[in-house]
């Protein structure tokens, strides 16, 4: 890449390179990815419904607000209650959503680091998406009905916060 001396020149000098969640491949030239991150539905106080996610997984944490709330806002240290909806990024099947037994409480420095990463900031009222890379979720064992390296979809409506 060339740049012209007078305006270009800071540029030029700070290197400066866009990095995005799915990586570039060189500084300047994004990489070509098939990673389709999934859709979820915005109707508070309803179980989500989430699209297919296609392509290859995110390899470092997704949040994406779908709609923020009003409410106290979650801290690292926080004890939460939280509706979620949990699902697997290889093939889409629900693995387990509490929508189907009310909502769960726990403290967020009890769960996965992709919880603990995701949810501070997050107001009570809202609804957030997390994509949990297998490093931030539960390894390369993986735990119960969540398979080795998996990579996890949450939907998190946070309820409560203390």
């Keep these: 890449m060339k740049f012209s001396s007078k305006v270009h020149r800071p540029i030029a000098v700070l290197g400066i390179c866009l990095i ?3 990586g570039l491949s060189a500084c300047g030239k994004a990489a070509v990815t098939d ?31 779908i709609f923020v709330g009003n409410g106290a806002a979650a801290v690292s240290s926080s004890t939460v209650t939280a509706q979620y909806f949990l ?5 889409g099947k629900v693995i387990q959503s509490s929508w189907d037994q009310g909502p769960a409480t726990f403290p967020l420095s009890g769960v996965i680091p992709g919880w603990q990463q995701g949810i501070p900031g997050m107001k009570v009222g809202g609804r957030r998406l997390l994509i949990v890379p297998p ?14 390296n998996e990579t996890l ?7 409560a916060v203390k």
């Design 20 to 22: 995005s969640v799915f």
């Design 35 to 65: 990673t389709v991150i999934p859709t979820v539905s915005d109707k508070a106080g309803v179980a989500p419904t989430v699209s297919m996610p296609t392509g290859r997984a995110p390899t470092t944490l997704v949040t994406k607000d």
């Design 87 to 91: 699902e697997s990024w290889k093939d």
């Design 135 to 148: 490093e931030l979720g539960y390894g390369a064992n993986g735990a119960g009905p969540i398979g080795p």
């Design 153 to 159: 979809i949450f939907v998190v409506d946070l309820v």
